[in-house]
């Protein structure tokens, strides 16, 4: 490595779901699920990541799994702290031991407020960063999509996270109109929670509830006749239990979520000016987001505006990449506040 690139700049994702870390010429090294595992009798952490996600529903009375992101903001801020800091040393575990302390690019959802801004900065300083300048998430995923936000064009992301949708237009380096909601995937699997346990009295867990929408989720009516079978408890008996079902019923029961999710692009195209409205019209919606990998629900999103909706290349690493690429622009992002944490009109 080289005298002057001893710093070495860092782009975090930290989503609700899944946090990546995005290193300066080698693109993202770390992803990994939002989730820490922590002895509740001593305080200490016993896993973060994976490993910990694998502990979810499974754990002894004195160890609690815990999702720090809540909604998209901080929960939980000492184990958010930690866990950044783990995964922070984790992306830089070559760097040289006389490495500066890095420079964060951290995305924040483009509706959250300044105190729970400022506990995001303050989170990435404390585990590690020398300084950390956030950038609006909506506007890191339409970097990662490539998209032109810097040309007068108007250019429309939606990004569907686990806790948070956010749907911008963004034209000139700045959002014009913007939408966050906190719909997102993470509802989904607790609408097809709610659905078995009330059609079929089972209880399952969310890691079963999310492959099932994984495999057989659908946004509109599904297509194929497929049935899967689920395991949970029976709440009648108690005991383990075999049921069958269709993805037409997973499908039904997603139906609230999506049509949330449809209506805050609908509400923000309403609010789009002409000009930029035409634009999206020519060049099309763009989806980012793992909950952009629902089956069909570009289609469904398309059905219902009339307008080209597209999924992004790289659905679950866009955000990341968009800070990472955004590195770049760090004095463009001190000097314009308006794409920082807040769209610029409300
Ligand atoms: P966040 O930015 O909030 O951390 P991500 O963009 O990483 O969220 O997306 C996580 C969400 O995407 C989760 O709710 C997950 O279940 C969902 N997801 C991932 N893959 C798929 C898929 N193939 N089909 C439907 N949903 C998916
Ligand atoms: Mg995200």
Request: proline share 5%; with cysteine.
């Amino acid at each position: 490595m080289g005298r002057f690139s001893l710093s070495q700049d860092l782009g975090i994702d930290l989503g609700t779901a899944n946090t990546l870390v995005f290193v300066k010429g080698k693109g993202v090294v770390v992803r990994e699920p939002t989730v820490v595992a922590k002895n509740i009798e001593t305080g200490d952490i016993e896993a973060v990541g994976s490993s910990a996600r694998n502990m979810v529903g499974r754990t002894p009375g004195n160890i609690s799994v815990v999702r720090p992101m809540k909604d998209g903001v901080i929960a939980d801020y000492d184990t958010t702290a930690v866990m950044m800091k783990y995964y922070i040393k984790k992306a830089m575990r070559n760097r040289s031991f006389f490495a500066k302390k890095p420079s964060v690019m951290i995305c924040v959802p483009s509706g959250i407020t300044m105190v729970e801004e400022r506990a995001v900065i303050d989170a990435t300083k404390q585990a590690g960063a020398k300084d950390a300048f956030p950038i609006a998430e909506p506007f890191a995923a339409a970097i990662g999509a490539g998209l032109p936000v810097w040309d007068p064009t108007g250019s429309m992301i939606v990004d569907i996270g686990g806790g948070t949708t956010e749907v911008a237009v963004i034209s000139l380096g700045g959002i014009v109109t913007s939408k966050s909601i906190r719909t997102a995937g993470d509802n989904m699997d607790d609408a097809i929670i709610q659905f078995i346990r009330k059609q079929y009295n089972l209880m399952i867990g969310e890691r079963s509830a999310e492959s099932i929408k994984m495999d057989a989720g659908t946004a509109g009516e599904a297509k194929e006749d497929k049935t899967l079978d689920i395991r949970g408890r029976d709440l009648l008996t108690g005991l383990p239990k075999t049921i069958t079902i269709t993805a037409k019923e997973v499908a039904d029961s997603l139906k609230d979520t999506v049509e949330s999710i449809v209506e805050a692009v609908k509400n923000t195209l309403e609010l789009t000016p002409p000009e930029l409205a035409a634009d999206i019209m020519d060049r099309g919606i763009v989806l980012s987001g793992g909950g952009s990998l629902l089956k069909n629900i570009d289609q469904v999103i398309s059905d219902e505006t009339n307008m080209p909706v597209f999924v992004t290349e790289d659905p679950l690493d866009g955000v990341a990449i968009g800070t990472g690429k955004s590195l770049e622009y760090i004095q463009h992002f001190r000097s314009h506040p308006n794409v920082s944490s807040r769209p610029s009109v409300e």
